[in-house]
Every structure is written in structure tokens, then in C-alpha cells.
């Protein structure tokens, strides 16, 4: 199932700088910053376009991806452990067998969020192979380019059809 409208369209009227502090128990340190996501039109499908400001902790294993509106309220949180994802937004929870099942059912594609801790960190996935390219490497039938990672910014693309773009800016780490 799709998430509900309301929450798809404050996605994509998301900007700003704020982020909340995952709840205690979540591994590893937080990466936050703001993300644009574009999916391009393809099969009769309209260009998409989402924004928010995000809070990644963790790892795939038992992680947690925050989004948040400009001004602080959180729009959706998922929280990811062995055996499934629970997708809490204000329309109420639903559960997902996996990450890529969530991705699928709130964007109508499949988004490699499970490499996505590793890739904001500017290292690849230990999970899949990865090949070295000019500014980044590529994994996952996706470019990941690092060349500005020591600045803040992150691209990610998927080439193939759909072309799927991250765009990515970090907070600095306090």
C-alpha cells in the first residue's frame, strides 16, 4: 500500500534545518542535514519531487531515518530492525517486510536505504561490490559521488530508468 496523500505532498513542501535526536538505544552517530529527492517521469509517469530535512542513526540492521518539516515537527520516522520496518507517520504505523518495501510503498521506487548509511559516510556498502569511479564510487546500479563529501554535499543517482537523483547537504557533525 501507498502512504496516504497528505503525507506524500508535506514531503514534497519540505525544506529547512531542523532535526530531532533519535530516541536512546539506536546505534551509531546521527547524520543529518536536508535531502531532495527527484524521480524523473518515466512510463507515462509524472517527474516527482520530495524534500525534507532528515536524521539517519544507525545502520540497516537497526536504524533510524527522521524526517522533519522546517520548522521541527517530525513527518515521518522509520525505525528499522531484524525482521521489518515500522513506517510512523501521522496518519498512524504501518509495517514493512523490509527497507525496500517501505521506499517502494512511499515513493514508488525502490531506494537502496540500506547502503544509504554507509553512502552518507562516503564509503560503500560492505554488503554489495562496489567499483571505483571518477569522484565516488558506483554500487547498486547507482553513482555515488563523494568528490564534495569534506564539504557537506552528497549526490547519489540511479542512471537507469527511472533516473532517480539524491541530492544531499550534511550538518556538520557537533
Do not use: K, N
Not at 536512546?24 to 524534500?51: M, N
Request: aromatic share 6%; net charge positive; glycine share 12%.
Amino acid at each position: 500500500r501507498r502512504v496516504p496523500a497528505a503525507c506524500r505532498v508535506s514531503l514534497a513542501r519540505l525544506a529547512g534545518c531542523a532535526s530531532l535526536r533519535p530516541p536512546a538505544g539506536v546505534p551509531g552517530a546521527p547524520i543529518s542535514g536536508r535531502l531532495a529527492l527527484q524521480i524523473a517521469a518515466h512510463a507515462g509517469e509524472p517527474a516527482r519531487h520530495y524534500g525534507s530535512t532528515f536524521e539517519l542513526q544507525g545502520d540497516a540492521g537497526a536504524g533510524m531515518l527522521t524526517l522533519t518539516t522546517p520548522l521541527g515537527t517530525t513527518l515521518a520516522r522509520a525505525h528499522g530492525r531484524p525482521g521489518g520496518v515500522a513506517l510512523v507517520t501521522t496518519e498512524g504505523e504501518r509495517h514493512h517486510p523490509d527497507l525496500d518495501a517501505m521506499t517502494r510503498a512511499v515513493f514508488g521506487e525502490t531506494l537502496p536505504l540500506a547502503a544509504l548509511f554507509d553512502w552518507l559516510r562516503a564509503r560503500p556498502w560492505p554488503a554489495a561490490p562496489s567499483e571505483a569511479v571518477a569522484g565516488g564510487f558506483s554500487q547498486l546500479g547507482w553513482h555515488i559521488d563523494i568528490a564534495r563529501h569534506a564539504e557537506g554535499w552528497g549526490l547519489l543517482q540511479r542512471p537507469q530508468p527511472p533516473v532517480v537523483t539524491l541530492r544531499v547537504r550534511l550538518e556538520p557533525a557537533l
